[in-house]
């Protein structure tokens, strides 16, 4: 026998997933109810996972900025974070109540054949059909002797035939100019190629310490001096880790820090 289990969209309060198992949350009469689904493959779960939250952003959100991102587990370095991106329900409904639109017309037309596409008369006192045929046509190569021959041709010809070979050598001359100096750039380059190798890798190495302190000394002053109460936040704190590195390097260090401040602002004053 099955137990089919209806849940309103508005009842569900969480969705998570671990592995191949998909949990939907809800409180249904005052009571916690936990639906559970299994699927073949750990991405096909993360998907279904997606799924929902777009489901549940999409309908229960009235605008498109309060949507947050939601993640997959309490604590912020565990699970899965995803955010949907776009409009709700609501803000389409508006939008599409807001559209104009002309009923189209539609007119009937009498197409008449066109003109170019009757036949040409032909008149029969002229000769008629057979004059079509009867004209005399020079071939082709008698017109290209007699063009030839003509010396206002020629000179256009040779003309021509001129600039085209200055063409040539001027482009000529500016590939070996160039050719000569992507060779001495590269000689340069080559000689330097050890300097550069070393250079770059310096700037990696500065780049990826400068992006990790940008990350992790605001997390860590959020976790250390902030007194947000959130979940994740908290469980954080809550842990032994966490704590022994508060009171046994974080709380000396601050209280040193603050020493040398004091005894700089005195011999600043007293100056």
Known sequence: SYNIVVLCRVDVSKLKFEGKTFYVIGIQKEKKLVLTFHTSTPAACKHLWKCGVE??????????SQIKTV???????KGSRFRYSGRVAKEVIEASSKIQ??????????????????PTPVDDS?????????SPVQS???????????????????????????????RLAARSRMGGVLTSSLRLLSSNERVNACVLSVARFVAVVMGVLL???P??????ESDIDVSFLHEIRQTPEFEQ??????????RWILCKISMAMENLWSD
């Open 71 to 77: 993640s997959s587990s309490n604590i912020f370095f």
């Open 219 to 224: 997390t860590l002053l959020l976790l250390l």
């Open 55 to 64: 489901n549940q952003a999409f309908y229960k959100c009235a605008k498109s």
């Open 245 to 254: 590195f508060h009171y046994e390097y974080y709380c000396p260090l601050r």
């Open 215 to 217: 990350v992790t000394v």
């Open 101 to 118: 639109r002309e009923p189209p017309v539609v007119r009937s037309h009498t197409l008449l054949p066109c003109a170019s596409m009757l």
């Open 126 to 134: 002229q000769g008629g059909v057979d004059l079509l045929f009867s």
């Open 140 to 170: 082709p190569a008698r017109l290209l002797r007699e063009l030839h021959a003509d010396p206002d041709i020629q000179a256009q010809l040779e003309a021509e035939r001129e600039r085209d070979r200055a063409y040539e050598c001027t």
